[in-house]
């Protein structure tokens, strides 16, 4: 049976595609106030300013191609039982074609009904509007978890860590909880990697590749493949 390598990827692993990451010096959260765009009180503030923010991550995102980060994660299936947990709202895990992504903080090519959470839609590459209604008439909102709301996909990432072999941490400052705790919750036999240009603290041993997403994905995956 193949070993389990679950990986937690942040805004670092998309920065090489050209997305912007949140806090670093050039980041989004220097150019916006997360308390002006991110949370459900800016929106019930001034819904175009959010619908403006969260239309234009959409577009630039549809500018963007998977990197060779995102690849080399595919790679590692060929050997290995992989499930990515990202904190990003972009689709370039699975535009590179990895099997099992669970996204911790929503998806930007869907959208909900701004009463219902469970009211889900598609809505590619296109902008929300005001006015755009969701099945149940209320006023559609990114499917995006902003903060202060409750993150419904842990659970089954906090399973998931449970049972890996291997934890890969890659391009996320290690920040935002609920999904920086994921980490506890690795069996302390698993190899942990950590993958980022800069130092990030965590609390248990991990090997750090002090590389961009680009370059050092590929090392920790030949390591693991010739592991296994
Ligand atoms: N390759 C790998 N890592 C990179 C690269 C790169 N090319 N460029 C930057 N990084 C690293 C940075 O050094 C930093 O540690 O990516 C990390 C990005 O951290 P953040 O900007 O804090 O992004 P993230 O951790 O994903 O943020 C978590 O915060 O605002 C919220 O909801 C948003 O999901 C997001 C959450």
Redo the contacts with the bound molecule.
Sequence with gaps: MKKKAVIL?????S??SGIS????SD???ERYR?EDV?TPEAFARNPQMVLDFYNQRRRQLFQARPNE?HRQLVRLEEKYDVRVIT???DNLHEQAGSSVVLH??GLLTQARSSVDESLIVDIGSRDIRLGDRAPDGAQLRPH??W?GEAVPNIEPAVRLCAEADVFVV???????YP??GLIHYVPSAARCYL????A?PVSRPVTVVC????T?VKVVVDELLSLA
């Design positions: 990827t942040g805004a670092g692993i920065a090489e990451t949140f806090r670093d980041g989004l959260w997360v991110a980060g904190q990003n709202i911790l903080h995006i978890v903060f890659i391009g996320t400052s290690m920040n935002v999904a920086a993958i980022d240009p800069k990030v590389q961009k997403a680009g050092g």
